[in-house]
């Protein structure tokens, strides 16, 4: 299986608390930072079908609210800290280089 190191923005587009919508190819990911540290995990809940872009962030416990029925993830390890949701989000690798956030894709 082939890994590669995808470029999202510029280290500076992403201020703490914010998240941010990437896709690249059919992977839908979502991107925050949370206590100056950059996370990236999947960005579809894995309870039904929503968005967590569109979720709420808590940058102190850093985790994601889901904006459906408001199970809330982990951003570090993708995992459903309260129902209805069980099953975790993938989370991705990051790093920062050069000013930019890059994930990791496989
Ligand atoms: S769709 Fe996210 S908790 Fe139900």
Redesign the pocket.
């Known amino acids: 299986m082939s890994e590669e190191w995808v470029k999202v923005c510029d280290e500076k587009s992403l201020t703490n608390g914010d998240m941010l919508d990437f896709d690249h190819g059919s992977k839908k990911i979502l991107v925050a930072k949370a206590g100056g540290k950059v996370y990236a995990t999947d960005r579809i809940?894995?309870?039904?079908?929503?968005d967590?872009s569109t979720?709420i962030m808590n940058e102190e416990e850093k985790t994601v609210t889901?904006?459906?029925?408001?199970?809330a993830f982990n951003l570090e390890t993708g995992l459903?800290q309260n129902?209805?949701?069980e099953e975790p989000l993938k989370p991705y690798k990051v790093k920062i280089q050069d000013n930019a956030i890059y994930i990791k894709l496989d």
Request: charged letters at 0%; proline letters at 17%.
């Open positions: 809940c894995t309870h039904a079908y929503a967590l979720g889901c904006p459906l029925h408001l199970s459903p129902l209805p949701a």
